[in-house]
């Protein structure tokens, strides 16, 4: 069975601090590797994704994330936050069972950017 | 191009009631899936639906129920509904059945049973 591990369930930072935020996850087979992100009163949405290739991914906002296939992790980092970028932030796997995909997310680590 | 789309917004049902819940996935996508998200947690995988059928389905009771219209819109039922039941619902729509396709979610409709 699939699931996903999210370490940190509440950060606070001051604007302009990097940002990692931590994901590993579980899964025997290949996996696809997501991060969205819901605002305050708005819908899921995603934030990057990987499914192949660089491990290295650049999303949205100028958030990345790293595949550490070794380590099974998928963490989120961005050099610079911005107090928009409070919100909270979802790392999901997708990985296929019976010939059909299933997304797990994790629990999610809630953001909040001080001025 | 409008995405993905949840009717009602809000919903007030009292125990043991029943509920249905209705989800437009966004255009020129043919798969639905649906998600629980209860206070503090990360959504949880209730089933999908390709084809007008159930497809695959998380550890949910039989409780929820699904369907898949022609038109590729899809019901999510609850019935006997519980206090644990109240949630935010997700659905979510994706362009194909495997492959590389990503989910895009709808606002949700948020339940509440008391």
């Known amino acids: 069975a699939q699931s996903v591990s999210q370490h940190n369930h509440h950060v606070i930072l001051s604007e302009a601090a990097s940002l990692e935020l931590g994901c590993n996850y579980s899964?025997?087979?290949?996996?696809?590797l997501f991060w969205y992100v819901q605002y305050p009163g708005q819908h899921l949405q995603l934030l990057l994704k990987?499914?192949?290739?660089?491990?290295l991914v650049k999303g949205i906002k100028g958030f990345e994330a790293e595949f550490i296939k070794s380590k099974f992790s998928f963490n989120l980092r961005k050099p610079s936050v911005q107090w928009s970028d409070t919100a909270e932030y979802f790392c999901?796997?997708?990985?296929?069972?019976?010939?059909?995909?299933?997304?797990?997310f994790g629990t999610g680590t809630k953001l909040q950017v001080i001025p | 191009d409008a995405g993905v789309t949840q009717s009602p917004t809000h919903l007030i049902k009292t125990r043991g009631q029943q509920v249905t819940l209705r989800c437009s996935p966004k255009?020129?996508?043919?798969?639905v899936s649906w998600y629980q998200q209860a206070l503090g947690q990360g959504p949880q995988f209730i089933f999908q639906?390709?084809?007008?059928?159930?497809?695959q389905r998380g550890n949910f009771p039989d409780r929820f129920s699904g369907h898949q219209f022609p038109n590729y819109s899809s019901e999510l039922n609850v019935n006997a509904l519980l206090l644990g039941d109240s949630a935010l619902y997700l659905c979510?729509?994706?362009?194909?059945?495997?492959?590389?396709?990503?989910?895009?979610f709808g606002p949700g409709t948020r339940l509440t049973v008391l």
């Open positions: 979510a729509s994706s362009p194909q059945q495997g492959g590389t396709d990503t989910q895009y």
């Open positions: 899964y025997g087979g290949t996996v696809n």
């Open positions: 990987y499914f192949s290739g660089d491990p």
């Open positions: 999901a796997v997708k990985g296929y069972s019976g010939g059909y995909q299933k997304v797990t």
């Open positions: 255009s020129g996508h043919d798969t």
């Open positions: 639906y390709y084809e007008e059928e159930e497809r």
